[in-house]
């Protein structure tokens, strides 16, 4: 299995700013996709981020709010922007997908005040 | 996938007991389940996995049950440790098109594991 690591692990931002959260995998990978998990639910896919095309996103996620970078393919980021106390949730990112197992960094958890 | 509450099932078992987890899923399309551990700070744990051609899978200690008639996937914990207390959610995905790859998670359920 892949090993992923997110960075920062956690962050307490001020309202109006944006965070930039990363995600680096140990090997070469075509998926990579962002989740939000908000306090006590369950996850939420917000982006498919494939290497070489831009990121789709999901129904009530737009660029402008999380845009993604994704310049290889065993890194990608994923940007909070103008954030608000709403935007308080883990942020996960993960790779494979398809019929693959698909396997999870161990999240950002961000906390907006 | 399913509607998410602010309160998730819970289930509580004493060490050593069985568990057993259920989840309903809703897109009829949906060919592949995976079930995730998730503990307290950490990402989702990938614990075992079924394709739509079978509705049997067995792990070690765990076993996954798929009926796709009435759309319903459990996942059976054997002997339960304190170890397997955590939130676990079932996920589901849509082969091909423009689905490849979504994964679409239940609610969770809360289990807990009384020593």
């Known amino acids: 299995s892949a090993v992923i690591s997110q960075k920062p692990s956690r962050d307490i931002c001020q309202r109006g700013t944006s965070l930039t959260i990363q995600c680096q995998v140990d090997?070469?990978?075509?998926?990579m996709f962002w989740y939000r998990q908000q306090p006590g639910q369950s996850l939420t896919l917000i982006a498919t981020a494939n290497q070489g095309s831009e990121a789709t996103y999901e129904s009530g996620f737009v660029i402008d709010k999380f845009p993604i970078s994704r310049p290889n393919l065993t890194f990608s980021t994923l940007t909070v922007s103008n954030m608000s106390p709403e935007d308080s949730s883990i942020y996960l990112c993960?790779?494979?997908?398809?019929?693959?197992?698909?396997?999870f960094g161990p999240g950002t958890r961000l906390t907006v005040l | 996938g399913e509607s998410v509450g602010l309160h998730l099932p819970t289930l509580s078992v004493q060490e050593g007991d069985n568990s057993i987890i259920n989840c309903a899923y809703s897109?009829?399309?949906?060919?592949?389940f995976i079930w995730y551990k998730q503990e307290s700070g950490k990402g989702p744990q990938f614990i075992i996995d079924?394709?739509?051609?079978?509705d049997k899978r067995q792990g070690q200690r765990v076993t996954v049950l798929l009926n796709k008639t009435v759309k319903h996937l459990s996942l059976q914990i054997a002997a339960t440790q304190p170890g397997d207390s955590a939130v676990y959610f079932c996920a589901e995905n849509i082969a091909g098109g423009t689905s490849y790859g979504k994964l679409t998670f239940g609610q969770g359920t809360i289990l807990t594991v009384h020593p």
């Open positions: 090997s070469q990978v075509t998926m």
């Open positions: 079924i394709r739509s051609n079978m």
């Open positions: 993960s790779v494979g997908g398809g019929q693959d197992t698909q396997y």
């Open positions: 897109n009829s399309a949906s060919d592949y």
